[in-house]
């Protein structure tokens, strides 16, 4: 096997199209084209070509777990899972996973703590949270620690029923308002309670 030619241009993403005197072609980043000392006329045998597919594949999956990463919050195993969608190997996924985990670009308990923060600010209760925790696959010895970020749910309910009522809610305003609520994550007890301080706060505006 040889080496047909190397594009005199990288393109979007800084890789160079190989071609082979087979007809075949690769998209290879120049640090893999240094590293396998890759040029225009080199012959390459059996098992020299088989290192050139599996550093074509390797970086494939990086560049897609760096754009993955750019696009979203994930986890480790998150992104494995989603990696290996796109059609990585699990070899060459785990290894994007532990490359970007080196480069601390994919931190679990930071992204637990964003979880967590992000979800208070959206007002969610603690259920709700810890259900996003575990959709994003986030292991659960860091729920604990990024949880403590969640207050109590009372201001949170105080505020949704203040923007979600007007005056006296009837029987079918309070169920509405309660399945909301439960969707949102708070438990039926504390929702219940925030009813219960909606209706002494009507009762005190009436009275003044």
Not at 39 to 55: C, N, P
Not at 106 to 125: F, L, M
Not at 128 to 134: E, K
């Amino acid at each position: 096997m040889t080496v047909a030619s190397i594009a005199a241009s990288p393109d979007r993403r800084g890789r160079y199209r190989v071609e082979f005197s087979d007809g075949s072609a690769m998209k290879l980043p120049p640090s893999v084209i240094a590293d396998l000392c890759l040029y225009t006329g080199r012959e390459l045998d059996e098992s020299e070509f088989r290192r050139v597919r599996e550093a074509e594949r390797k970086a494939d999956a990086k560049q897609r777990a760096v754009n993955i990463i750019s696009a979203t919050t994930v986890s480790g195993r998150e992104l494995s899972d989603r990696l290996r969608r796109k059609g990585a190997s699990e070899a060459d996924a785990a290894e994007a996973v532990q490359w970007l985990q080196e480069l601390c670009l994919v931190d679990d308990a930071r992204t637990a703590r964003q979880i967590v923060e992000r979800g208070v600010r959206r007002g969610y209760g603690a259920r709700r949270i810890r259900q996003i925790l575990f959709e994003k696959k986030i292991p659960r010895e860091y729920w604990d620690e990024a949880m403590e970020a969640v207050p109590e749910p009372d201001g949170a309910i105080d505020d949704y029923l203040r923007a979600n009522l007007r005056g006296a809610p009837d029987q079918k305003e309070r169920k509405r308002v309660s399945d909301a609520l439960v969707r949102r994550g708070f438990d039926w007890s504390d929702i219940s309670a925030g009813l219960r301080r909606y209706g002494a706060e009507l009762e005190a505006m009436e009275e003044e």
